[in-house]
């Protein structure tokens, strides 16, 4: 161990290392003199420097004495290093940029991962913390919990600390600045205890809020405080009219908790009526539990599968079928990114393998070009141990200078993942590039020089000092081995670029495919709006005229071409009740396992506005009032399962929807499929019913225009407040937006794998480039014997394309087997593409195959034009 | 651990320098002096062993340097033994002792 003093005594001889050199001097010139002093007393001649010996071996030894001597190699080897890569600026830049881009991948998607995956969520012990489920055996689907069946888990199962549910719920406020929609949870007793986060500001609710007449407090998200009320200290305690009543702010949640679902939220009590416990048919209630300490997540389930068993034969009418389901909170928030990002760690680690060649091709392209150097410098007596440490030193500051830049990247990197990351990546706002980003960009960095530094430094390490003199650096072209591992690196490199390059392409494939496959309506063009009028029209025949008028009055906005109300916007979340079950006149089918459709409550407009197909029959008109015939319109799909081969129009069907009277309807027309909940996702069968015979208050509006639909927002929003001052307009976007939000998670996955791709396409023909060069330029003077032979021009020109291609061919025949992979690994995430696509695969090839010959063609084009005479001579 | 004889050498030039810088700080030169005066001309130390092994007691702390003025008013770097030093010598004076000895009875004994 080094005492404090001599660490300072070791700092001192790095720092004044130049003013130690010279008190040494002085010194011993004093020693010289009073020698030289005392033979002259004596009368002799100067003993000169014979007694001291050789000067500058002491002054050496005494240098050693400082302790500091490899510090000083070291930054003597770096000094050394920063100089000669300064000489040779495109090998270093080359360099330079492999390694940023590398190391820079690597960590930007260590950083994704590391911030989505990693994070534990911001609750203490999220892992006893789920989501509870009900699954649905008979149609296969996991679905959220009806109140009646949380009520009776919560009270009967025992594996639970906490058991809690959230109703998704709107309050409209009346801001300063007019109506605003609050989207909001009506949460049940306990709900924060079971996260077990506390307010930031105020208090959550107490057990008797959850009473009737008492519920009127809302706690704040941060970012709904931040953004609605300025992140004013002083909010809690404040009145403001929600759905025409004061309510009293009593908290605000810290940001961290925002997390929940990463919108801006408000939660609020709720206030159980006699409903709730007999609802068993109405999976709408989002259930978190937080499992009792030492029980596991599998024993969780069994205790609540167990009362969901008791359920199912205490009302087997509608529970016969109802199981329950858990799933680990971080898998639910984080389940759905996770493939993704593993995906995007495998592509960036391919990437890297394609750098790592790259740096390592140069390298030894760099170590052959120093032979001489290398020569010359041991006949002067540095060790093989000495140079090799050069060359390390070297490729670590290219290493450590690339990982910064690396880091760089991965900062940009980093903000646009945050900028694609699709909706279901939460906490968005933690993606960043942090210290262990940093570090990951270094160590990636390093260990990538010390690998691809080896290699050269060893060959270099066994050269000949006087061979490589005598042949005038000649005897340091590269053997027919080194040249074979070059050629094998760079063969590499397209191996792995045409893997990058067919997984982005299967990618891009079927991202054209869903973007240009039938949707069975047309997104440009359309203006879309939500109202929820319940409570500012209460009776259905209010609404219909609200529905009505609203219509009318939109219609007559100039530019409007056609206006329509629906209840189900495709690709947009839910507004209202969107499934109903179905009974087909005519066709047997036993009350308890009657078909569930998709059901829409609609306008004739709808079909309009959104350009959906009319097969057969007509849509709803006008004419279709309360006390006409109920009507009702399916889709293609809808026809194919009820009514294979025949035509459904004046058949009669029974659908049962939500707050809506059971009425046998007329089917009068058939529309096309839409796909309503992703653009992926086959339609299912639908029934489409007139608003005007099932008046509901969840009424969104669809508007074409004939300009861009954004610049109608204001006069759109005009005409609802001329309806109603009070009532709220929810949403306002366009079609096209939705498209583009539902198709967010596939660009994000497309847009980096192209990246790398394309990053690697790079990488792979700078490698060609160099090593094509090199290797001409290591054969000047047989290509100059060659053409003094009468070789032509043409014909040396394909000698070396022919060299070139053969090498990134055999790299792309390689790659071919390794795309299997990829493809393999994608097969999940493809549509209209087959797996194996040829034309990804031979496309992916043929255009590497022309990187390659395209990035030979001007070392071939510069030896066809060497000058036979030239050549010759250059020896 | 018995001392190699190359550290045995360079402990004895240790002991020799601190020694004599015992009574009074000196420079380089008039330790080589006194060195050779005192051994009776036996130990001509070598310069080149000199300052290396002045710069390593001083790194161990046992001899401190400053720089002084020459008997003939020249810039000269003066060293005097420490407290650390003064320790030192007496512990590798006792080794040397009892090293001398052993080599004695082993001599004597022949």
Redesign the interface.
């Known amino acids: 161990m080094l005492?404090p003093?001599?660490i300072l005594?070791r700092l001192r001889a790095l720092l004044s290392r130049e003013q130690l050199d010279r008190?040494?001097d002085?010194?011993?010139h004093?020693?010289l003199?009073?020698?030289a002093?005392?033979a002259r007393r004596h009368g002799q001649e100067a003993p000169g420097r014979a007694?001291?010996?050789?000067v500058p071996?002491?002054k050496d030894?005494?240098r050693?004495?400082?302790?500091v001597r490899p510090v000083e190699d070291f930054l003597a080897d770096v000094r050394l290093a920063v100089r000669g890569l300064i000489r040779r600026p495109t090998f270093t830049l080359a360099s330079l940029a492999t390694f940023a881009l590398g190391a820079g991948g690597v960590a930007a998607v260590f950083g994704a991962i590391n911030g989505i995956l990693l994070r534990p969520l911001p609750y203490p012990e999220p892992d006893r913390m789920v989501v509870v489920w009900e699954w649905n055996n008979s149609h296969s689907r996991q679905q959220e919990a009806s109140p009646g069946n949380f009520l009776d888990w919560r009270e009967r199962a025992t594996a639970f600390e906490y058991l809690v549910a959230a109703e998704p719920y709107g309050l409209d406020w009346q801001s300063p600045d007019g109506p605003v929609y609050l989207s909001t949870w009506l949460v049940t007793e306990n709900f924060f205890e079971a996260f077990g986060v506390k307010p930031m500001l105020g208090r959550t609710f107490r057990r008797d809020e959850h009473q009737q007449g008492r519920g009127r407090v809302v706690v704040l998200g941060w970012s709904k405080w931040q953004r609605q009320f300025g992140g004013d200290p002083n909010v809690i305690g404040r009145i403001i009219t929600l759905d025409g009543s004061p309510w009293e702010i009593i908290g605000v949640m810290p940001r961290a908790f925002d997390a929940m679902d990463g919108n801006d939220l408000l939660w609020a009590p709720k206030v159980l009526t006699g409903w709730e416990p007999t609802a068993r048919t109405s999976p709408f209630w989002t259930v978190v539990g937080r499992i009792k300490p030492g029980v596991t997540i599998e024993q969780g389930g069994a205790d609540l599968r167990r009362v969901a068993a008791q359920l199912g034969a205490e009302y087997p009418r509608t529970n016969a079928s109802i199981d329950a389901v858990l799933v680990p909170i971080t898998e639910q928030v984080v389940g759905s990114a996770r493939r993704a990002l593993w995906l995007l760690l495998g592509a960036v680690g391919v990437l890297l393998m394609v750098a790592g060649a790259n740096v390592t091709g140069l390298q030894l392209a760099r170590a052959l070009d120093r032979g001489r150097e290398f020569a010359v410098r041991a006949a002067l007596g540095a060790t093989s141990h000495r140079m090799v440490r050069q060359l390390v030193t070297e490729s670590f500051v290219l290493a450590g200078l690339g990982s910064l830049l690396g880091f760089a990247l991965a900062f940009g990197g980093l903000g646009v993942i945050r900028r694609l990351a699709p909706p279901a990546v939460p906490r968005p706002d933690q993606l960043q590039a942090d210290l262990p980003v940093l570090l990951v960009a270094i160590a990636v960095g390093l260990i990538t020089a010390l690998v691809s530094g080896l290699a050269p430094a060893l060959s270099a390490s066994r050269s000949n000092a006087a061979l490589g003199l005598t042949m005038g650096g000649r005897a340091f072209t590269a053997g027919p081995l080194a040249r074979r591992v070059r050629a094998t690196l760079v063969g590499g490199q397209f191996a792995f670029a045409l893997m990058l390059l067919v997984g982005a392409g299967l990618l891009f494939r079927s991202f054209v495919a869903i973007l240009t496959q039938d949707r069975g309506f047309q997104s440009d063009h359309v203006l879309v709006t939500v109202t929820q009028a319940w409570g500012y029209f209460p009776t259905p025949e209010a609404r219909a005229e609200y529905v009505r008028q609203a219509s009318e009055r939109l219609r007559q906005v100039p530019g409007v071409v056609a206006v329509g109300m629906t209840s189900s916007i495709p690709l947009n979340e839910f507004i209202g009740a969107e499934t109903g079950l179905v009974a087909i006149a005519g066709q047997a089918t036993g009350a308890a396992d009657l078909p569930e459709v998709h059901a829409v409550i609609a306008t004739g407009g709808y079909f309009d506005a959104l350009r959906i197909p009319l097969r057969g029959g007509r849509v709803f008109s006008d004419n279709d009032r309360a006390t006409t015939t109920a009507v009702a319109v399916v889709n293609d799909a809808f026809v194919r399962r009820f009514f294979p081969g025949e035509s459904p129009i004046g058949r009669r069907i029974t659908l049962g929807i939500a707050r809506t009277p059971k009425t046998e309807r007329e089917i009068i027309g058939v529309v096309a499929d839409v796909r309503r909940h992703a653009l992926h996702q086959e339609a299912r069968p639908a029934v489409y019913v007139p608003h005007a015979q099932a008046p509901t208050g969840a009424a969104g509006f669809v508007i074409r225009t004939q300009a861009d639909p954004d610049r109608m927002t204001e006069a759109v929003k005009g005409v609802f407040a001329g309806l109603s001052a009070s009532m709220p307009v929810s949403k306002v976007t366009t079609m096209d937006r939705l498209v583009g939000e539902s198709l967010r998670e596939r660009r994000f996955l497309l847009t980096l794998l192209a990246g790398f791709a394309l990053a690697g396409i790079c990488l792979a023909a700078t490698g060609i480039f160099g090593v094509m060069s090199y290797i001409t330029g290591e054969r000047t003077r047989e290509i100059g014997v060659r053409m003094a032979f009468g070789a032509d021009r043409a014909r040396v020109l394909g000698m070396v394309l022919g060299d070139g291609t053969r090498i990134a061919g055999a790299g792309i025949v390689a790659g071919l087997l390794g795309a299997l992979l990829t493809s393999r690994i994608l097969t999940g995430m493809l549509y209209g593409v087959r797996a194996l696509d040829p034309i990804t695969f031979v496309g992916g090839a043929l255009l590497l195959l022309a990187v390659g010959f395209a990035a030979t063609w001007i070392p071939a084009r510069r030896a066809a034009g060497l000058d036979p005479v030239e050549a010759l001579r250059s020896e | 651990m018995a001392p190699a004889p190359t550290d045995r050498l360079q402990g004895t030039l240790d002991l020799l320098i601190l020694r004599t810088l015992q009574s009074e700080p000196m420079?380089?030169?008039g330790i080589a002096?006194r060195l050779l005066l005192l051994s009776e001309e036996l130990f001509q130390v070598?310069?080149?062993s000199l300052?290396?092994a002045l710069?390593?007691l001083e790194?161990r702390?046992w001899i401190a340097a400053e720089?002084g003025t020459?008997e003939?008013n020249?810039?000269?770097?003066y060293y005097r033994i420490t407290t650390a030093g003064r320790r030192q010598l007496t512990r590798e004076r006792e080794e040397w002792n009892a090293f001398v000895a052993a080599v004695t009875r082993v001599l004597s004994d022949a």
């Open positions: 005492s003093r001599r005594r008190e040494l002085d010194e011993i004093f020693h003199e009073m020698d002093d005392a007694s001291l010996g050789n071996l002491v030894e005494v050693d004495v400082r302790g | 420079h380089g030169w002096q070598n310069q080149g300052y290396p710069h390593r790194d702390g720089w020459s003939n020249r810039k000269a770097r």
